[in-house]
T-cell receptor, first 112, second 115 residues
């Protein structure tokens, strides 16, 4: 079951904050976040595990709500370099054999 | 450390042909996963190999197959190509199997066009 990401796209001015959500209908074990710039490979941002702490580095952080099977990615004081498509990848509980299932992505455009 | 490499980078094939794509993981990584990326469906998991064994498989027809060699390099094969197979094929390597705690490092991809 593919996780649902929202919003599908967002346009911000440099310095503004953004929140990207990732929701699943199944119980999750882990959520992975990746960013992909046009014409490039996806780049790993962070992993959140069930029962784990909220993760973050620099001005990008994420949370994992186990009760709602939802993860949110927070981008604070966005920079031009944050532009790209953000994907969440989920692993369901007991679903290790299914691999990672990715959402369709959220397109983020940061304008100067 | 060198990153994940994929060859070829671009490929044009005719419907009905078969194709083999290659992926060399980061040195020391034992897991290789393959994904198909299209504008409509996004990133879809094909399969994962760990220590030469297919660990899991996505929901793709049997025309899609893969293998991993003892040096962790991996190949995927698509037989009887269809127009809908046109996509960017990404491979990703991980230190151990892709489950929970281990991040993946993606290669640049192979752009396959089927005419």
């Amino acid at each position: 079951q593919q996780p649902v990401q929202s919003p599908q796209a967002v346009i911000l001015r440099e310095g503004e904050d953004a929140v990207i959500n990732c929701s699943s209908s199944k119980a999750l074990y882990s959520v992975h976040w990746y960013r992909q710039k046009h014409g490039e490979a996806p780049v790993f941002l962070m992993i959140l595990l069930k029962g784990g702490e909220q993760k973050g580095h620099d001005k990008i952080s994420a949370s994992f709500n186990e009760k709602k099977q939802q993860s949110s990615l927070y981008l604070t004081a966005s920079q031009l370099s944050y532009s790209g498509t953000y994907f969440c990848g989920t692993e369901t509980e007991g679903g290790g054999a299914d691999g990672l299932t990715f959402g369709k992505g959220t397109h983020l455009i940061i304008q100067p | 450390k060198a990153g994940v490499t994929q060859t070829p980078r671009y490929l044009i094939k005719t419907r009905g042909q078969q194709v083999t794509l290659s992926c060399s993981p980061i040195s020391g990584h034992r897991s290789v996963s393959w994904y198909q990326q299209t504008p409509g469906q996004g990133l879809q998991f094909l399969f994962e190999y760990f220590s030469e064994t297919q660990r899991n498989k996505g929901n793709f027809p049997g025309r899609f197959s893969g293998r991993q060699f003892s040096n962790s390099r991996s190949e995927m094969n698509v037989s009887t190509l269809e127009l809908g197979d046109s996509a960017l094929y990404l491979c990703a390597s991980s230190p151990l199997w892709t489950s929970g705690s281990y991040e993946q490092y993606f290669g640049p991809g192979t752009r396959l066009t089927v005419t």
